[in-house]
């Protein structure tokens, strides 16, 4: 019995042996081979992503404007990426939702607030607009409270003020009420020089306004201080004067009160008879003031002789700033008048009023019956750049009228001549400094101007 057990169990080993070697050696494998597989295959993703990441790539920033992109440049998502045919490069920029988004940053920034429509009724809304309507005053939050309080703690109602000012017999004048009791003080007797002149000068900062300048003709105030200008003082009549330039300027119902009211006369006596030189200036800013922008006034000025006294200051002595004055409103009515007729023939006016009035002032007729050509040519002697300007300006605007005397004047051109060359230096200068319309130039570009007419 003892070998048949003996052979028996070597059977049994040879059948095991031969099962075992017919199995699949994974399946007792400590690790399935599936998944084994998925491993290794994430090893070699990992492994290309780290071999990509040793390569750092620049992140491109798109703007609203195409761009061209670089070989190696990161475009972010969302960016609209397009090649241009022309040069073969490609070009990105923010699509247009983008845009929109980076315009509203930072308005989103907080809480959004929460809006529940059915806090109020329609009845509510109802009652607030009846109480809007009855004028009932809604009770304001504490911090409107606290604001009125901080308000009123500065300032008092007006009725208030006025019952202090009451108390001490202090009124508060209106501007008309000031201008007459300026007036009379000024028109009155027993009022000392001083008074008078203070009063005249306390009236010419009321009459800028337009307003208050109709205001003094209205209660026959602008008349008063026409009459001042016959004063035998001097200073009465320069501040008068003062007064009425500046009521005049750019007010056309005072002037043709003035002119009325015999204004003209008035300054042109004062200017063509001997008077303090301060007293002069004032007159002819009155003047000035009165001739500009009204041809009656001016064709009254003609008739008057104006032109002829004007002639005669700027030939007197020490008069060279009245001179430049008086050249700068004879420049101004030659070319106010010009652009008068340029700008009805433009709007094709057949007979215009204004038109009509300033045909009706033979201005330069005057000029050269009167030597204002000779005049204006020799005052380039001046020596002042600013007198010159305007000395240059008014040769050219009377070179059409005075152009055959100006050719035969051989000290006009030799004048031009020198002011050329010293001009031309001054110009070089100003081009050195970098300036790109220099002064002198401007002056240097007249000088050409009128030499070329005289050729």
Known sequence: MAPLGLLLGLLMASCFTFCLSRQNPNEFALINSEKSSTKES????????????????????????????????????G????????????????????????????????????????????????????????????????????RQAEVKRFFRPIEELKKEFDELNVVIETDMQIMVRLINKFNSSSSSLEEKIAALFDLEYYVHQMDNAQDLLSFGGLQVVINGLNSTE?????????????????????????????????????LATEQ????????????????????????QFLKLGGLQVLRDLVQEKSTEVLAVRVVTLLYDLVTEKMFAEEEAELTRDTSPEKLHQYRQVHLLPGLREQGWCEITAHLLALPEHDAREK??????ALMATCRDLYQQ??????????LQAEYQALAALELQEGEDEGYFRELLASIHSLLKELR
């Open 234 to 270: 001097p200073l009465v009549k320069e501040y008068a004067a003062f007064v009425l330039g500046a009521a005049f300027s750019s007010n056309p119902k005072v002037q043709v009160e003035a002119v009325e009211g015999g204004a003209l006369q008035k300054l042109l006596v004062i």
């Open 276 to 299: 303090p030189l301060t007293a002069k200036k004032k007159v002819l800013f009155a003047l000035c003031s009165l001739l500009r922008h009204f041809p009656y006034a001016q064709q």
């Open 42 to 77: 994430e090893r070699k993703e990992t492994k290309a992503e780290e071999d990509l990441d040793t390569e750092v790539l620049e992140v491109f920033h798109p703007t609203q404007d195409w761009q061209a992109l670089q070989p190696g440049q990161a475009v972010p998502a």
């Open 409 to 418: 004047d051989p000290q006009l051109r030799r004048t031009l001549t020198n």
């Open 79 to 146: 960016s609209h990426v397009r090649l241009n045919l022309q040069t073969g490069a490609r070009e990105v920029k923010l699509q247009y939702e983008d845009k929109i988004r980076n315009n509203l940053k930072g308005l989103k920034k907080g809480k959004r607030l929460d809006i529940n429509t059915n806090t109020y009724t329609s009845q509510d809304l109802k009652s607030a607009l009846a109480k809007f309507k009855e004028g009932t005053e809604v009770e304001g939050s504490k911090e409107d409270k606290a």
């Open 391 to 396: 000395v240059l300006q008014t040769l050219g």
